[in-house]
């Protein structure tokens, strides 16, 4: 584990609690850059989507919790953000928002000689997630153990 990993579990620590006093979800925090350049991300959600009053009421929270809690032994910049629409989708509960949409999951080893599988989210078990696929024949269901899943993606159209 690098030092930004180390430091980003050390955030994680310390929002996790605030984050769900405020009834939001931590999605992931990156940490990028060295020394006093270094910028922390914090990525929150909730359902029906973040608000702007969200990301400053969190900020706002956490600064100070960060503050005491001294994760970081030099000074950086906080920021917190929503996902976007194309956040990746790793945990059983990324794929529950999921359900009905149409994603494309990145697999860890090949399913026959594909890397990539496309389909809709038909529901989510603890380990594992169904999607409706065409590849092998029509409305077939396919189920992927999370541990096989690299990432999801939505697919998006405008």
């Known amino acids: 584990m690098n030092e930004s990993q180390r430091v980003a579990e050390r ?11 405020l009834g939001l979800e931590l999605v992931e925090v990156v940490c990028v850059g060295r020394g006093p350049r270094t910028v922390v991300r914090v990525f929150i ?8 009053d969200d990301c400053e009421r969190v900020h706002q929270s956490l600064g100070p919790a960060l503050d005491v809690a001294d994760p970081i032994p030099h000074s950086y910049t906080l920021e917190v953000s929503s996902p976007g629409l194309d956040r990746p989708l790793r945990t059983s509960q990324d794929f529950q928002r999921a359900i009905g949409k149409r994603v494309t999951v990145k697999l860890r080893r090949p399913m026959g000689e594909r890397w990539r599988v496309a389909g809709q989210v038909l529901a989510v ?9 065409e590849a092998a024949a029509p409305n077939a269901t396919t189920r992927l153990a999370l541990t096989d899943v690299v990432e999801g993606k939505l697919d998006i159209a405008f």
């Open 11 to 21: 955030v994680q620590h310390v929002a996790t609690p605030i984050l769900w006093a």
């Open 45 to 52: 959600d909730k359902p029906g989507g973040v608000s702007l």
């Open 125 to 133: 078990e603890p380990d594992a997630v169904l999607l409706v696929t």
